[in-house]
């Protein structure tokens, strides 16, 4: 069993299924989010050059600041046009 902690959730824990992963990436959609800290879009630049050949289509999007979470809409687009997602976290 993994245990994930969300650190803008509350006190309390509540247990949420995790999604499966794909065997493949090729085809898929893969959203990279750049949260806005520094050298973050560097590290995302690499990855998509891996996730490429790996067959995989990647959409980027980047977060207003890294301070908050995400805006609704911005959640919403990722969700509706990705088949996964990675978060940049780097400074």
């Not at 069993?1 to 999604?19: H, N, R, Y």
């Amino acid at each position: 069993m993994t245990v994930l902690l969300d650190p803008t959730a509350g006190k309390t824990a509540s247990a949420i299924e995790t999604v499966p992963r794909p065997a493949s990436l090729d085809g898929l959609t893969v959203g990279l989010l750049d949260i806005s800290k520094p050298r973050g879009d560097k590290f995302l630049d690499r990855l998509e050059q891996q996730l490429t050949k790996q067959g995989a289509v990647v959409a980027r999007f980047t977060k207003p600041t890294f301070s908050k979470p995400a805006p609704v809409d911005l959640r919403h687009e990722i969700a509706s046009q990705c088949d996964a997602v990675i978060e940049a976290l780097a400074d």
